[in-house]
């Protein structure tokens, strides 16, 4: 399996609060769960020689919803980090965040930056988060830096190509996502790497996230490896 798999796997990790619905738990026991989902989904996708592995973790519209589930997401991610943090000197995981960070709160920026500072050189699989991350958002920043850049003159408007618009995205030294995994029966990408996944291949599951297991992951891949990416070429 490990010849075919793709390098890069983004996964919109959605169903949380209609599992917990349907077992008539809070909506915050759904979003427990589906963070043990993803350690564990990590773990194997690390396993299964994956390089890459980007998670929704929270949009940048999901300020939205009532403060008590928002305040709820956030302690959990929260505890995540702080678990990464610890478990960091003897795992091979590289953390990245990606999204908007001037409104997290303080405490969680400052675990962020120590996770990511912490795991740097690791040669493992990467995981990126996207936290408070909205693709339109980041390609409004993108488009701020690269005018303050403009003003500056370190950047020449006929410099402006594919290559630099992805430099200046949160994304810059990651390769696009080969592989697009989104939970629950949506079937759309709810402002997710509107740049990056152009090229991906997309694959829809009725499975909410909670219950999204390493033999649904399995399933996936299979159907990936089937796939024929043609880039716009003909054959
Ligand atoms: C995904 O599950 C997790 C987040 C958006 C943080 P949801 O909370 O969206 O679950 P549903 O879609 O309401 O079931
Ligand atoms: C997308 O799920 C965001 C995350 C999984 C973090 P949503 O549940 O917020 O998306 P919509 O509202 O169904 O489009
Ligand atoms: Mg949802």
């Keep these: 399996m490990k010849k075919d798999v793709p390098t890069h796997v983004a996964i919109i990790m959605d169903g949380n609060g209609r599992w917990a619905n349907a077992k008539k738990m809070p909506r915050n026991a759904g979003h427990k769960v589906g963070s043990e989902t993803l350690q564990d989904i990590v773990e194997y996708a690390e396993e299964l020689g994956i390089s890459y592995i980007t998670v929704y973790a929270f949009s940048t519209e999901n300020w939205s919803r009532?403060?008590?589930?928002?305040?709820?997401?956030?302690?959990?991610?929260?505890?995540?980090?702080?678990?990464?943090?610890?478990?960091?000197?003897?795992?091979?995981?590289?953390?990245?965040?990606?999204?908007?960070?001037?409104?997290?709160?303080?405490?969680?920026?400052?675990?962020?930056?120590?996770?990511?500072?912490?795991?740097?050189?690791?040669?493992?699989?990467?995981?990126?988060?996207?936290?408070n991350y909205g693709g339109r958002d980041e390609i409004v920043r993108a488009i701020a830096k690269m005018a303050t850049d403009l003003e500056k003159d370190t950047l020449k408007i006929q410099d402006i190509s594919e290559d630099m618009v992805t430099k200046y995205l949160d994304t810059a030294d990651i390769p696009d996502p080969d592989f697009l995994i989104r939970t629950s029966g949506e079937l759309r990408t709810s402002n997710f790497l509107p740049w990056q996944l152009a090229y991906s291949e997309f694959y829809f599951t009725n499975k909410m996230w909670p219950d999204f297991s390493r033999s649904d992951f399995d399933l996936a891949i299979n159907e990936y490896t089937n796939r024929k990416r043609r880039f716009g070429k003909s054959e």
């Excluded at 478990?87 to 965040?97: C, G, M, P, Q």
């Excluded at 795991?119 to 936290?131: P, Q």
């Design 66 to 131: 009532p403060k008590e589930e928002v305040d709820g997401i956030m302690k959990l991610l929260d505890n995540y980090l702080s678990s990464a943090i610890k478990k960091a000197s003897y795992k091979s995981i590289r953390a990245k965040v990606i999204g908007r960070k001037d409104e997290l709160s303080p405490k969680l920026v400052e675990k962020i930056e120590k996770l990511e500072h912490l795991t740097r050189d690791k040669k493992g699989i990467c995981v990126i988060f996207a936290i």
